[in-house]
């Protein structure tokens, strides 16, 4: 998929930008593929502080699909019948998957996936708030679909039209995968909500523990949003991080009606001036410290990927003997044949 897109069709001033020019001219030319809201790709010249800020972007979006394996994970082996089973392994796999797809997108830039991991590991990268939180019962697997993924679907698709082109193309398959993950975890609340009152009450408790920490998933108030400005202006970000907040939840209320379920916040009504709806105030103390390490699991999920890491060891070895052995044969072959 990357490698692809180091010869895009009907890319051709890639040639004018990648040119040895002087960095005035070679930054006019990147100002100009923004103002025209074009693509910019791993053989084109960027500014610095542009290729940074992608790096820290798509690596925290990576760490944050591996991450976010657990929560789930954790139910794969107690899935209520063996469809739930199937759907679940299916979709944990599926964010592995765009983990591996994000990690690639990052060494389009130069970076390092063992410096990326190592920044995972040592806890000195951030993923996502939300994959801090525990799953406790089985309705929780159904609400991160729902709502985590849901809230991932609408901060990821105007990711689609991002201004560097790997990372653009990686979410255009990531959000396909994602709309699924949303509505298989709202098919399987509406199995339990036209179950017994005991599902019932499980959805409702899942609900009432997960909405808050959904609505902090799309990060700080644009006030206090340190990167939009200028990833906004570089057409990473294309929506801010409050905008994208209020279109979830003017989405989500009417599907909560649906399913039957009440969220959990009592301002959150109508308002036929802003035509959004108004919702209470976010506790941002409680985002800042689950960010800093110390939400309910975090030392739990890094140690849960450190261990499957450290376990990993003998696979990533043997792999490298293999091809170092392939290569050798291949290097031997050549020699005979000369
Ligand atoms: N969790 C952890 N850190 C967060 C965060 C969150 N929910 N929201 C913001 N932050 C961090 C930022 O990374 C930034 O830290 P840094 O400057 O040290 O890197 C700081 O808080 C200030 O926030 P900003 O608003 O300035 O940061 P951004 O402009 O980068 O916006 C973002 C944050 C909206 C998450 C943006 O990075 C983004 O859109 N990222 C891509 C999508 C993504 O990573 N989603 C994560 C969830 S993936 C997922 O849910 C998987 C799925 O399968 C369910």
Redesign the pocket.
């Known amino acids: 998929m990357y490698t692809q897109s180091l010869d895009v069709p009907g890319h051709a001033d890639s040639a004018q930008i990648a040119a040895p020019q002087d960095d005035e001219v070679r930054q006019a030319a990147f100002d100009a593929r923004m103002s025209a809201d074009g693509k910019i790709e791993p053989q084109d010249w960027m500014p610095a502080a542009y290729r940074k800020t992608l790096v820290?972007?798509i690596s925290?979006?990576a760490h944050?699909?591996i991450v976010?394996m657990l929560p789930e994970g954790n139910w794969i082996s107690r899935a209520p019948s063996l469809k739930r089973k199937a759907i679940l392994l299916a979709k944990v796999q599926d964010?592995g998957g765009?983990g591996l797809y994000l990690y690639s997108a990052a060494e389009t830039l130069d970076a390092s996936r063992d410096d990326l991991v190592d920044a995972l590991h040592s806890g000195k990268a951030?993923?996502?708030?939300?994959f801090n939180y525990p799953t406790l019962t089985w309705a929780d697997v159904g609400v991160i679909g729902w709502l985590?993924?849901g809230a991932?679907i609408m901060?990821?698709i105007p990711?689609c039209r991002c201004s560097y082109g790997p990372y653009a193309r990686a979410m255009i398959r990531i959000c396909k995968e994602?709309s699924f993950?949303q509505r298989q975890g709202f098919d399987a609340l509406l199995a339990m909500m036209r179950g017994t009152d005991a599902q019932r009450a499980m959805v409702q408790d899942a609900v009432d523990r997960w909405w808050f920490p959904v609505l902090?998933?799309?990060?700080?108030p644009d006030a206090a949003?340190?990167?939009?400005a200028q990833?906004m202006a570089w057409g990473i970000?294309r929506i801010s991080?409050d905008d994208l907040r209020q279109k979830f939840v003017d989405a989500t209320v009417e599907q909560a009606r649906v399913l039957g379920v009440t969220l959990p916040d009592p301002g959150l009504q109508w308002n036929a001036e802003r035509a959004h709806y108004d919702y209470s105030p976010l506790d941002w103390d409680e985002f800042w410290r689950v960010?800093n390490g110390d939400g309910p699991c975090n030392r739990e999920r890094l140690a849960t990927r450190v261990k499957a890491h450290e376990d990993g060891v003998w696979v990533r070895e043997a792999a490298l003997a293999h091809a170092a052995k392939q290569a050798e044969r291949e290097a031997g072959e050549r020699r005979a044949a000369a």
């Open positions: 820290r972007q925290q979006h944050s699909e976010g964010e765009h951030k993923y996502s708030s939300i985590v993924d991932a901060n990821q990711l994602e993950h902090m998933m799309f990060g700080p949003s340190t990167n939009s990833t970000k991080n960010i």
